[in-house]
């Protein structure tokens, strides 16, 4: 793992180096490229037609660079059929980044900041007190077999494919099940890199998914993680308006897609009959069309002599916490 990383970072080193260097000449002004393109036809006649091939091959592949530069700045998810322009691009940029800057919240005391330093320390100190460990009651031991005896054990064949060390189909089909363009997480390493040069990169990778196997332990650079701020409504002015992701290591996100491929084929069994959600074959729309069906339910009962109610738990602090 320390090996795979020092490698990665000295690529991501030498590739901001060539960025930076390329940076002014990277562009997508279409009135000169045009001009080029036509100068290089007028000169074309009298060419060798081999000649003639390799000065348009050059001309695409520049104009796929430019193109891949800013598709991947602009992040569109319709850039392949959008207005292709530098207008577009740049457009998409600039909303981009006006949307996820955050230049005002309202405090616990409903009340407008604008300093950066107390939009930090507010957020900061809201995060905090949610996702905290709260204070829990050991159990006994006849606590304990009471709450194992409803869980259903795997079977042993089940337990021999949890514990086999990773094959190179297993890794690779993890790597290659996510998207090329993921935003980047602190390696600064798309998957659209690892699946490109998987040949020369598989081994690596291999060894290194081999050795988190056995040692159970993985290296500190991989497990860093950045943490963003999602706004769930389009004008946000509160900080539960606001949903937290990780934004995961690409060799991290390799080594988790192949654990959770192999729990798919347990989760199944041993997930009660009720858990729609992240269980594959099942929806968790389903849980809606129940609550709709419980509501109606509960209205008819308003009619009859025994009153029916109904219960709403808030689920914020559900999720990210193991315990």
Not at 37 to 50: D, F, K, N, P, V
Not at 226 to 248: A, G, H, M, Y
């Given at each position: 793992m ?5 490698r990665?970072?000295r ?5 901001m180096k060539w960025c930076l260097n390329?940076k002014?000449?990277?562009g997508?002004n ?12 007028s000169l074309?006649i ?5 000649e003639?091939t ?6 695409e592949?520049e ?11 602009a992040?569109?998810?319709w850039?392949d059929?959008?207005d292709k ?26 009340q ?17 007190e ?10 006994n031991?006849?606590?304990r ?5 409803d869980v259903?054990p795997?079977s ?6 949890l514990e ?5 189909e297993e ?8 998207k090329?363009?993921?935003?980047l ?11 490109t ?8 990778i ?13 290296l ?11 706004p ?10 606001f949903r937290p ?19 798919k084929?347990v ?7 009720f ?5 594959p ?10 609550a709709?069906e419980?509501?109606?339910?509960v209205?008819q009962?308003k009619?009859?002599?025994?009153a ?8 914020s602090?559900?999720?990210?916490r193991i315990?």
């Amino acid at each position: 793992m320390f090996i795979l990383q020092r490698r990665l970072e000295r690529i991501k080193v030498n590739c901001m180096k060539w960025c930076l260097n390329d940076k002014k000449e990277v562009g997508l002004n279409w009135a000169n490229f045009n001009d080029k393109l036509q100068e290089t036809t007028s000169l074309e006649i009298g060419r060798e037609e081999w000649e003639k091939t390799k000065i348009r091959k050059r001309i695409e592949e520049e104009a796929r660079e430019k193109w891949d530069y800013w598709r991947q700045r602009a992040k569109s998810k319709w850039d392949d059929w959008g207005d292709k322009s530098t207008g577009f691009f740049f457009r998409s940029i600039e909303s981009r980044a006006t949307k996820n800057e955050i230049r005002a919240i309202k405090n616990e005391e409903n009340q407008w900041i604008t300093e950066n330093c107390e939009i930090k320390s507010t957020f900061h100190n809201y995060f905090k007190e949610l996702l905290r460990p709260e204070s829990m009651r050991g159990m006994n031991e006849e606590e304990r077999r009471q709450w194992f005896s409803d869980v259903e054990p795997i079977s042993s064949l089940h337990h021999q494919n949890l514990e086999a060390p990773f094959s190179m189909e297993e890794i690779k089909k993890g790597a290659f099940s996510m998207k090329p363009n993921k935003t980047l997480g602190l390696d600064g390493i798309p998957p659209g890199f690892i699946q490109t040069y998987w040949e020369t990169l598989k081994d690596d990778i291999f060894h290194a998914a081999t050795a988190f196997v056995n040692s159970g332990h993985l290296l500190k650079e991989i497990n860093q993680t950045f943490i963003t701020l999602i706004p769930k409504t389009p004008n946000p002015e509160n900080v539960p308006d606001f949903r937290p992701i990780s934004l995961c290591n690409t060799i991290y996100k390799i080594f988790s897609k192949c654990l959770v491929n192999r729990l798919k084929g347990v989760i199944r069994e041993i997930g009660g009959e009720f858990q729609n959600a992240f269980i594959p074959g099942r929806l968790m729309n389903d849980n809606c069309l129940l609550a709709h069906e419980i509501i109606n339910w509960v209205k008819q009962k308003k009619k009859g002599k025994l009153a029916a109610a109904v219960l709403k738990i808030d689920l914020s602090k559900a999720y990210d916490r193991i315990n």
